[in-house]
Nanobody, 124 residues
Framework: QVQLVESGGGLVQAGGSLRLSCAAS????????MGWFRQAPGKEREFVAA????????YYADFLKGRFTISRDNAKNTVYLQMNSLKPEDTAVYYC?????????????????WGQGTQVTVSS
């Protein structure tokens, strides 16, 4: 069992940056591929980024165009999402998720554990 807790969300002006963190419980965190998803009001949850268990492989949604970076520190049981050049359309609740067996997946159904989410609001 893995418990995930996101933090780092908040209100930021367009063009600004935020770093989200996702702290995981459990000794097996380092074996889990991880992902970030987001859900804007009235929209479906969508894939943002994913990272392999070792951190050696990363995957991103095409719409990001290099603005976000996913990373992890297995010694701290934490995965991060650095978000730069934020836009109002990035406003959403951001969720981290852990997958038992699918690395780099963009599909919600292939993630087994989810955090409660953290709100990111980008003002224009």
């Amino acid at each position: 069992q893995v418990q995930l807790v996101e933090s780092g969300g908040g209100l930021v002006q367009a063009g600004g940056s935020l770093r989200l963190s996702c702290a995981a419980s459990g000794r097996t965190f380092s074996t889990y591929p991880m992902g970030w998803f987001r859900q804007a009001p009235g929209k479906e949850r969508e894939f943002v980024a994913a990272i392999s268990w070792s951190g050696g492989y990363t995957y991103y949604a095409d719409f990001l165009k290099g603005r976000f970076t996913i990373s992890r520190d297995n010694a701290k049981n934490t995965v991060y999402l650095q978000m730069n050049s934020l836009k109002p359309e990035d406003t959403a609740v951001y969720y981290c998720a852990a997958s038992v067996s699918h690395s780099g997946s963009r599909l919600m159904g292939e993630y087994d554990y989810w955090g409660q989410g953290t709100q990111v609001t980008v003002s224009s």
